[in-house]
């Protein structure tokens, strides 16, 4: 069964929902002042060149970091990258301390209102251990059954794992995320899907 794009659907045809993180729930402050602050000398295009260097590496790594053990290596790698990338030698702290996640505007609201109407929503993200950590600091994890990170989207493994936690059949459940891997995912799975910003993606729920 393919995934159905959202045009109208009845909430009353859904039990529960599940979301991406990054791009639909949180977003990355721009780390660029921090990074400034803590390198004065070094050129503010080499430390953006070293900075794009560690977030390739860790999107290609992000499934490792399954636990608060393999987190801890992973950030260790991540800021290996960066500092050798730019002859830096910055600690793990400063580095992830530079890493500001803030939530998205409007998020709140529509969680509430998913809730509101019935829902069971659940967190699908392709995101390290400290996923868990990001969404309690947002005073979001209260308004989730579940929570899975690392998911390895475009594989439904992490959707259809969601599902079965929260006793949710694929029928009766939506995907909501903002990237082509979360509609493939979705359609893998058999679920429904909508496109973020999540405010329209839930307004268009009737």
């Not at 499934?63 to 290596?73: E, P, S």
């Not at 580095?95 to 509430?112: D, H, K, N």
């Not at 829902?119 to 993200?125: D, R, S």
Request: charged letters at 20%; glycine letters at 10%.
């Amino acid at each position: 069964m393919g995934a159905v794009a959202v045009g109208g659907v009845k909430a009353a045809e859904l039990d529960g929902v599940t979301l991406d993180a990054y791009g639909t729930l949180l977003t990355l402050v721009d780390p660029m002042p921090e990074l400034l602050a803590l390198l004065p000398g070094h050129e503010p295009r080499a430390i953006e060149h070293a900075f794009h260097a560690e977030v390739a590496y860790y999107r290609g790594s992000v499934g490792a970091a399954r636990d608060a053990t393999t987190l801890a290596q992973l950030r260790e790698s991540c800021v290996g990258v960066f500092n050798e990338a730019l002859g830096s030698s910055l600690s793990v702290e400063e580095y992830v301390g530079a890493l500001r996640v803030e939530v998205l505007p409007g998020t709140v609201e529509a969680l509430e209102r998913l809730r509101a109407l019935g829902l069971t929503l659940a967190v699908v993200g392709n995101w390290d251990f400290s996923l868990h950590e990001r969404l309690a600091d947002g005073g979001l994890r209260r308004l989730f059954a579940t929570v899975v990170h690392a998911a390895g989207k475009p594989d439904p493994g992490g959707i259809l794992r969601a599902l079965d936690s929260i006793g949710v059949s694929r029928e009766r459940a939506l995907h909501i995320g903002d990237a082509e891997t979360d509609e493939e995912a979705a359609r893998a799975a058999g679920v429904r899907f909508a496109a973020a910003p999540l405010s329209d993606a839930v307004a268009a729920l009737t």
